[in-house]
């Protein structure tokens, strides 16, 4: 099956610096790659997602890059705020039925 | 529209005991699946259901069973809890014609002492 890596684990940011978020994905198949972010004690939620025929998507001050290639994908979060304090997951599909979650990234916006 | 709905939000089971948790959605899902979600290992997959009538494995299947008769429900049966299967359970669908993203449920936080 699809294994999902994920990287760092955490990340410490001063607030208006930018972050990135990196994923490495082993099934050559998946083509659909969401990322959630999900505050304390909430639920996962979907902020963006790329397709494997697209290679960039950019929605305000998150942006997802896609290597087909190289099996890799990030999430660029620019300008961060506090709010943006979360833990981040990103994950791989092939069929849309089945998603394998990266482990997940603490990330901290220090005002 | 309510969205995606798990009861209950927390739930306490001694050993050897079990429990359905139960899911429902009402905005016409065909795909409906169950995450477990522990400390250091992301969400993991139980089990998943295409549509009414059609379910399978996951990641980590043993210990739960499910059944989906209806679009709208999908709930996880623990069959005889044991402290292993302490974890924050989610229940997520999505539409069939993407892919797309999952909506996730508010999640059920189960202790098995």
């Known amino acids: 099956g699809e294994n999902v890596e994920q990287h760092p684990s955490t990340l410490s940011v001063q607030e208006g610096d930018s972050a990135v978020i990196k994923c490495t994905y082993s099934?050559?198949?998946?083509?659909?790659f969401p990322w959630y972010k999900q505050e304390l004690g909430k639920r996962p939620q979907l902020i963006i997602d790329i397709r494997s025929n697209v290679g960039e998507k950019k929605d305000q001050r998150i942006a997802v890059t896609l290597n087909k290639t190289a099996k890799h994908f990030s999430l660029h979060i620019t300008e961060t705020q506090p709010e943006d304090s979360a833990v981040y997951f990103c994950?791989?599909?092939?069929?849309?039925?089945?998603?394998?979650f990266g482990t997940g990234t603490s990330l901290t916006v220090i005002p | 529209n309510a969205g995606v709905t798990q009861t209950p939000k927390f739930q306490v089971l001694k050993t050897g005991q079990s429990m359905t948790l139960q899911c429902a959605q009402d905005m016409n899902h065909e795909y409906m699946s169950w995450y477990r979600q522990d400390p250091g290992m992301g969400l993991r997959l139980i089990h998943y259901?295409?549509?009414?009538?059609?379910?399978d494995q996951g990641e980590v299947p043993n210990g739960y069973n499910v059944s989906r008769s209806t679009t709208e429900d999908f709930p996880l049966r623990l069959l005889s809890a044991a402290p292993s299967q302490t974890s924050v359970y989610f229940c997520?669908?999505?539409?069939?014609?993407?892919?797309?993203?999952?909506?996730f449920g508010s999640g059920t936080r189960l202790t098995v002492v």
């Open positions: 259901s295409v549509g009414a009538g059609i379910t």
């Open positions: 994950a791989a599909s092939e069929s849309g039925n089945q998603f394998y």
């Open positions: 997520a669908s999505s539409y069939s014609r993407g892919p797309y993203g999952y909506t």
């Open positions: 099934d050559s198949a998946s083509n659909y």
